[in-house]
């Protein structure tokens, strides 16, 4: 068992013995050789560094993908790692876009004047192709979906009044929560339909990767954005979209404008089909998770 004294004449952290006068810091390791608990202001300046900073290049990063769009992406391709890497960037920026829709869809529901109505006159009817689900005049129906699927999903729409309110909050988190996982799948699969659409440039998979993950980053600070904007600005971001798409594909691959449509089209449509089919996934697991 370790003394005080022992404690004072030995690193705590890798066990160094110290000489006379003890160092302020161990010549082993460079820990402090008298720690003590951090203070409140200590936190709070290792938490502002961390933002500020974001070792040195995250404000510098958020300006240039913004302000150019594909260039974050060229300046990585060229070796250049003066910005935050592609990967940390998307996490970061997704994670607090998908914070931010939590917090909205949970102010919405606070602010309701009520719960809603549930009586045997309410029609609810989901249809996805084939499977369709729902309440007609307070029964259950359940078409072409598993036995197990449909149990659970009468469990979660033959509710009690009191507890509708409740069941929409949960449901709104849960789809937020499971579209956030359901996105970090389909950024590589976003990366192949580039690879497929640009495919005479002979780029690695990796290096449409990186650009993939710049540009949902930046897809994801727009609905950040939609969440901030106040009324009909809202849509700014929204419409932005697609265009700034556009113009990082330009800046990143070149071309000539018309091609760069076609292509740009091209992966925007199967891009799509693939989003409207997680889509239906992250429903149905909302439904019945």
């Known amino acids: 068992m370790t003394t005080t004294l022992d404690a004072n004449r030995v690193c705590l952290n890798c066990g160094c013995a110290f000489g006379m006068p003890r160092p302020n810091y161990c010549p082993d390791c460079g820990q402090e050789s008298n720690p003590r608990p951090p203070t409140l202001g200590e936190f709070a300046q290792q ?9 040195g290049a995250l404000w510098r990063t958020l ?21 935050v890497l592609p990967l940390r960037l998307y996490l970061t920026v997704s994670l607090v876009a998908l914070l931010a829709m939590n917090l909205s869809g949970a102010m919405k529901v606070e602010h309701a004047p009520g719960p809603p109505v549930v009586s045997d006159d309410v029609n609810l009817d989901l249809d996805f192709g084939r499977w369709r689900l729902g309440m007609r005049r307070g029964v259950f129906f359940c078409d072409n979906l598993a036995d197990w699927i449909c149990a659970r999903l009468q469990r979660r729409l033959d509710l009690d009044p ?82 700034y798409a556009l113009l990082a594909t330009r800046r990143v691959y070149g071309g000539r404008w ?20 997680a889509l239906g996934v992250v429903t149905l697991w909302t439904l019945v998770g």
């Open 162 to 243: 009191k507890n509708v309110r409740r069941e929409f909050e949960d449901a709104s988190q849960r789809f937020v929560s499971h579209w956030g996982s359901a996105m970090f799948a389909l950024v590589p699969l976003f990366a192949l339909w580039v690879k497929l659409a640009w495919l005479n440039r002979r780029m690695r998979y990796t290096e449409h990767l990186v650009f993939a993950l710049h540009l949902h980053a930046f897809w994801f600070a727009a609905l950040l954005l939609v969440q901030i904007v106040p009324g009909a600005l809202a849509a700014v971001p929204i419409l932005w979209m697609p265009v």
């Open 63 to 83: 300006v240039l993908l913004f302000t150019r769009p594909g260039e974050l992406t060229r300046e990585y391709l060229a070796g250049r790692r003066r910005y």
């Open 258 to 277: 018309w091609v760069l449509i076609g292509r740009n089209l091209a992966v925007a449509l199967v891009y799509g089909v693939s989003m409207l089919l």
């Open 47 to 55: 938490f502002g560094g961390s933002i500020m900073a974001a070792e």
